[in-house]
């Protein structure tokens, strides 16, 4: 028979649920989702960016800032059509 308990980190879980919830919670996640997000997937539905073939984080790092130099290119070019 499983016994469940509570995690040692419950209690920042229930801080950190009730400042999503919270009026300015909701905000954030909007401006996130309006403004980060949508890159993510376009550079992972549209410009063919579905893994990082790099070995370290400075390499992955690398892969993101060409990433995001082709996306900010292509949005330029798109306004000076």
Known sequence: ???FGFSVF???YERNIAKVNSKQGGYIK???QSTV???FGI???FMGLRKI????IQQANKVMHLSTIAYNLKKISEIHK
């Open 43 to 45: 550079l992972t539905q």
């Open 30 to 32: 909007t401006k996130r």
């Open 1 to 3: 028979m499983y016994r």
């Open 37 to 39: 997000e949508p890159i």
């Open 10 to 12: 419950y209690d920042e």
């Open 53 to 56: 073939h790099a070995i370290g």
